[in-house]
Structures are given as structure tokens and as C-alpha cells.
């Protein structure tokens, strides 16, 4: 396991949930932290009680990661305080649920650009500063939905695959430059992600039916940041489900996955 003290990460979507979670772990492991999230009274909150409990140095940044210019942005606060990121902790996201054709065009655009584009940017902002140090992690939390097609989570699902692959091509690349990437597929957690799917049926699909805790999650993260390995599924059983996909034709997977989520109200 690495020594997380006198490091500072940086944790997006660190307000509630996995983020808030895997701030608790690294406060407790010796961390300094950097909170980014839209809604800063929460993040306020939860950096008054890490600095008190632990006596951390937490700084809070709020900021809506669908603007264009949130990385730069958040890049130059965190400069203009004479800080630095060891370990950044791109775990903001969140999911659209049901048919495509029904999901507002804006909504998904937001979803690319959070799921996708401020990870990417986060990422390009911190990777020089590490390189200069020949030190640095980076954990990008994916999903298990991230190794196949999901109908009625089609974009979602899209994106964590785009941030899986996306880590474990920065993982090849940066081996023997001191930079650690890696990805975190977890299952379904029980966080708000379910409650703003928007339909409370799907609690009662097999997807969503049996959920982990964000703490578990949490745990996995920070062996993940000890790891060597680019890939880390949360779960036996979801790690064999993961690696079977692979197998089975690409019609079959897509089919079983949309009729698994399929929404109540949508017939065949």
C-alpha cells in the first residue's frame, strides 16, 4: 500500500457519494485534499470535518464541470495557492436512463462533457506537473457498464468505456515515466447517480436491484492507487461477468443488457 501522506489529491464530484467516500479514506490515510464539486456549502461542510478530525489541509473549489474552461480554470486556483496535485481523482459523473429518442440533447451533451471532456481536461492539466516530478497518480472511476453496450444507459455506458480505454492507454504510455492511470469499474452503487436516473422502477432491475456501498468502492480506490495494474473491477463476480462479455457476439451482449434496463412503460 503507498503512503498517502504528505500528498495532496484531488477528488471531482468529492460533495457526496463515491467522491465524498474516497475523500474520508485519503483524509484518513494522511492525504491533503483538493474538493471539487458544484455545490460548495457540501463540500464546505465535509472540508470543516476532515481538517477537524484529521487535521488535513482541504481547499475547496466549486465548479460546474459541463463548462468548457472548468479545468483551466480550476488549474490556475489551485496555482494561485502554491498547490500542487499528486493524485488526481476523476470521479464526477453522472447517467441518463431510458429511450434515447426521450433524453433532453442538452442533458447528454452534459453527460459527454462531464463523463468525458473535464476528465480529459483535468487530465491534460495535471499530467506535465507530474512528469516534471517523475511522480503522480491518476484514478479515473469507470464502471462495469464500461465493458458492453447498455440500451436505455446507451451514453453512459458509451462514456465509461471511452474512460476506460482511455486510462489504460495513458497506463501503456506513461510506464517507466513515473505516472501511475488506472480505472475503477465498480457495479451499481447506492449513491443519488440511482435517484437521478429519474425512475425508480429501475431499483428493480437486476442492475440496479443489489448495489454496493460508496465505502466499499472507496476501499477499492485507494488499493487501486497502490497498484501497478491499469484495470481494477470491484467484485468477483463482477470482474468473471466483465471478462465473459468478451466471448459472447457483440448482438447477443447489446440484446441482454438493453432487456435487463428495457423501462417498464417500453414494449419490444
Not at 474520508?24 to 472540508?47: F, H, P, S, T, Y
Not at 434515447?100 to 442533458?107: G, N, Y
Not at 497518480?137 to 436505455?152: D, E, H, R, Y
Not at 465505502?215 to 466483465?242: D, F, R
Request: aromatic fraction near 6%.
Amino acid at each position: 500500500m503507498m503512503t498517502f501522506k504528505n500528498k495532496t489529491a484531488l477528488v471531482t464530484g468529492a460533495s457526496s457519494g463515491i467522491g465524498k467516500a474516497i475523500a474520508e479514506k485519503l483524509a484518513a490515510a494522511g492525504c491533503d485534499l483538493i474538493l471539487v464539486a458544484r455545490n460548495e456549502a457540501a463540500l464546505q461542510k465535509l472540508a470543516t470535518t476532515l481538517q477537524n478530525q484529521y487535521g488535513n489541509i482541504v481547499l475547496v473549489i466549486a465548479a460546474d464541470l459541463t463548462h468548457p474552461q472548468c479545468a483551466p480554470n480550476i488549474y490556475q486556483q489551485i496555482v494561485s495557492k502554491n498547490r500542487r496535485v499528486d493524485i488526481l481523482i476523476n470521479n464526477a459523473g453522472f447517467g441518463t436512463y431510458g429511450p434515447f429518442e426521450s433524453i433532453p440533447a442538452q442533458k447528454e451533451q452534459d453527460e459527454i462533457a462531464v463523463n468525458i471532456s473535464a476528465l480529459v481536461s483535468l487530465t491534460h492539466a495535471f499530467i506535465p506537473g507530474m512528469l516534471s516530478r517523475h511522480s503522480g497518480k491518476v484514478l479515473n472511476i469507470a464502471s462495469t457498464a464500461a465493458f458492453q453496450p447498455v440500451g436505455f444507459l446507451s451514453v453512459y455506458a458509451a462514456t465509461k468505456a471511452f474512460v476506460l480505454s482511455f486510462s489504460e492507454a495513458l497506463w501503456a504510455e506513461y510506464q517507466g515515466r513515473g505516472i501511475h492511470v488506472a480505472a475503477l469499474c465498480p457495479p451499481a452503487v447506492n449513491t443519488g447517480f440511482i435517484d437521478k436516473l429519474g425512475d425508480p422502477a429501475i431499483t428493480k432491475t437486476s442492475t440496479f436491484a443489489n448495489t454496493i456501498t460508496p465505502e466499499a468502492v472507496a476501499v477499492a480506490a485507494l488499493k487501486a492507487l497502490s497498484s501497478s495494474q491499469p484495470t481494477h473491477i470491484v467484485g468477483l463476480k463482477n470482474w468473471l461477468m466483465a471478462h465473459s462479455v468478451r466471448l459472447a457476439p457483440r448482438s447477443l451482449v447489446a440484446r441482454s443488457a438493453a432487456n435487463k434496463l428495457r423501462p417498464t412503460i417500453i414494449s419490444r
